[in-house]
């Protein structure tokens, strides 16, 4: 790290490069690599520091653990004119929602609209990423995934519904996209380890005590520190939403992703973060994903 008060800087072709022949190294084909590489600098290039370089470890961990399968290839099992529903084969999101929106840009170019979903897949980093491919293809998108359960239903007082992206774009001829990437929570893995290593605190009183059901706005009492990793965090505390807004935007995005894609499975069925840190868990980190 630089002096403090300053930030490193480095060239980003030299980074995208590293991480590429890093997840090479541990066997990824080179079209693997580039899907991580690519998606990973997306996130680095928008700001999005906990969906930067930080969330490589979630992919790492479910390959240290056995539960990732580097070498897999995301297959079309079943599709239409019009959809098409993908197996990760456990592979990373990375390469499947790549895939992904690659055949339902292709589709709908042919056809107006096209709806693609994902299932056994990992974690797919910042989903910005995927959304700005349909950009490059001069198409409009909405793209997400489900998670591990670390978020409780409003009023509720149990980790058991997703904390997922949502990310989106829109063409504007010849001026920028509308680009929207924002997440269906109020926290994530990450923000608890920004709360243990900076201090920081949330914006709201979303954290909840899972002894006394309390609710506050700190997540350092509740961090339980996964070893050799710094980003990915997992905590004893549940989560609450701010809102009912938030609550049915989630809800929704259940629907897309674990309840009517054809092979997805619903968010309380996905293993916990302590689950996989403790080789609990059989199943990967995504029960489902979309992309329109």
């Given at each position: 790290?630089?002096a403090?008060?300053?930030?490193?800087?480095?060239?980003?072709?030299?980074?995208?490069?590293?991480?590429?022949?890093?997840?090479?190294?541990?066997?990824?084909?080179?079209?693997?690599?580039?899907?991580?590489?690519?998606a990973?600098?997306v996130g680095?290039?928008?700001?999005?520091?906990?969906?930067?370089?930080?969330?490589?470890?979630a992919?790492?961990i479910?390959?240290?653990?056995?539960?990732l399968?580097?070498?897999?290839?995301p297959?079309i099992v079943?599709?239409?004119?019009?959809?098409?529903?993908?197996?990760?084969r456990?592979?990373?999101?990375?390469?499947t929602?790549?895939?992904?929106?690659?055949?339902?840009?292709?589709?709908?170019?042919?056809?107006?609209?096209?709806?693609?979903?994902?299932?056994n897949?990992?974690?797919?980093?910042?989903?910005?990423?995927?959304?700005?491919?349909?950009?490059?293809?001069?198409?409009?998108?909405?793209?997400?995934?489900?998670?591990v359960?670390?978020?409780?239903?409003?009023?509720?007082?149990?980790?058991?519904?997703?904390?997922p992206?949502?990310?989106?774009?829109?063409?504007a001829?010849?001026?920028?996209?509308?680009?929207?990437?924002?997440?269906?929570?109020?926290?994530?893995?990450?923000?608890?380890?920004?709360a243990?290593?900076?201090g920081?605190k949330?914006k709201?009183?979303?954290?909840?005590?899972?002894?006394?059901?309390e609710?506050?706005?700190?997540?350092?009492?509740?961090?339980?520190p996964?070893?050799g990793?710094?980003r990915?965090?997992?905590?004893?505390?549940?989560?609450q939403?701010?809102?009912?807004?938030?609550?049915m935007?989630?809800?929704?995005?259940?629907?897309?992703?674990?309840i009517?894609?054809p092979?997805?499975?619903?968010?309380?069925?996905?293993?916990?973060?302590g689950?996989?840190?403790?080789?609990?868990?059989?199943?990967?980190?995504?029960?489902?994903?979309?992309?329109?």
């Open positions: 790290m630089g403090p008060g300053k930030t490193k800087s480095t060239n980003a072709d030299f980074l995208r490069y590293c991480l590429k022949r890093v997840w090479m190294a541990n066997g990824a084909s080179e079209e693997h690599g580039d899907a991580v590489a690519d990973l600098m680095i290039r928008q700001g999005k520091l906990n969906q930067g370089l930080g969330v490589y470890e992919i790492d479910m390959f240290q653990k056995g539960l399968d580097i070498k897999a290839e297959t079943s599709e239409g004119d019009t959809w098409a529903s993908i197996d990760g456990k592979s990373s999101g990375y390469f929602l790549t895939k992904m929106a690659n055949t339902a840009i292709e589709k709908a170019k042919k056809h107006g609209i096209a709806i693609v979903f994902g299932h897949h990992n974690d797919a980093g910042s989903f910005g990423s995927y959304a700005w491919l349909a950009n490059r293809a001069n198409c409009i998108a909405l793209t997400s995934n489900n998670s359960p670390m978020c409780s239903p409003l009023g509720g007082m149990s980790n058991t519904i997703a904390v992206p949502f990310d989106g774009i829109g063409i001829d010849q001026k920028p996209p509308v680009w929207m990437s924002t997440k269906l929570c109020e926290w994530y893995d990450a923000d608890t380890a920004q243990v290593l900076q920081t949330l709201g009183d979303y954290v909840i005590d899972p002894e006394t059901g609710v506050g706005n700190d997540l350092a009492p509740y961090a339980e996964i070893e990793y710094g990915v965090y997992n905590q004893t505390a549940f989560q939403l701010g809102s009912p807004r938030v609550y935007l989630n809800l929704f995005n259940e629907l897309l992703t674990g009517i894609n092979h997805g499975t619903i968010t309380p069925e996905v293993p916990s973060l689950d996989i840190v403790d080789g609990k868990a059989t199943g990967t980190s995504v029960g489902g994903s979309f992309f329109l």
